[in-house]
């Protein structure tokens, strides 16, 4: 299986991922996700900050327990750190399988791990002033759906 | 061991990391919480609230009563919120 | 809210489809998901016919439906008819919503809805012979998960 | 009326689109299948199995039952595959 983590300052090409993605096994079902930087109101600037060596092994440790629970053919994570503006791309999660219900649910899976189990941590700017985003319970309810 | 701060935890205490030796009487991460409230307001800041705080031991998720040793790496920091 | 629905023989790309698609509204949220030609043994080509007017029409009532389900942005539906070689690209679905949930599930009923109900067919080309792809009982369970 | 077949109705039956005025006697899709069977083998063969065909009349999916005018766009084809 191919599984490509990476935690980038740099935007992707959605169309290169894919081609490396589904350039190994026949899947013919891949889903995707990409969060964005929302453009409401005050918001200036978005900054991401992770925690070297441990988010990379968490996410790839993911993306194995995905591939324990669905068939897959390839995981791709990429996952931007550094200051993002308005509208720019946060992260992309793509999941290729012969199935296209594994690839959704696989796909699913991934973006509610990652928003409560990989160690990044988002501070807004707005009207000068900085602020911690607080962790959201609904994201913590999302991710109780796939323990077993 | 090795002590990493992330996020509003580096903030309150003005650093992202710092090596310390095992302080005597410290076995778990509640015990390390203890002794680094005690080492002045920034750290007292950070962790004043223990339920805020998430902990990893050497790069895994791990809870206040995990064990912790000399040449452990141990990170503190916020509910993440990434994705 | 965007609708784009297209029905042609060109491939597309997901960076500019995505572009667009995010243009307007504030989504923080794209689900996608990409059907690609399987590369299996013996496929030498699929060939896709569909019903010109009606396919874009059901594809676009589709897209309605979903938006007056979830709370979406934008859709974009671009699905290629002609001839394909294996580990082409044979369809596009792109939801854009402020909830990543909303996102997803709307991404999915459009797949199972486009797998049942629009009026597209397959036939495959395997040594030298053609033959016409069999509708999958599988494809209709999957769409009657969202039957009201 | 104008009638449109589609995949393997228009291989077995020859012709993609073909106008004809409404036969007589003819009323529903069920009538008009009838009707079809009785033009020829190529007809017979493409409508043999009824479960196998479906109907858009005036490009909405229709049920056997579903009344056919004169001025009527009807479609037959074989349960979809696209996606």
Redesign the interface.
Known sequence: MIVSVRVQTQDFSLDAEVAALTAEGDPGAVAYFT?HVRKEGNLSSLT????P??TE??ITRMAQEAASRWPLTGVTVI?RVGRLAPGDR??LVAVASSHRRAAFEACEFL?DY??????????EARNGESH????RAS?DAAMNRWRK | MNL?Y???LRQKIGKGEETMALPDGVASVADLIAHLKSLGPGYADAFAEDGRVRV?VN?K?SGLDAKVAADDEI?F???????
């Open positions: 969060g991401l900050e992770h925690y060596g441990m092994a968490e996952h946060i992260v973006m990652l928003k409560t189990s990989a160690p990044f941590w988002k501070e911690w985003v607080a962790a994201d | 990493l992330f996020a509003w990893a790069q998720h990170a920091f916020p509910p993440v919120t990434g994705g």
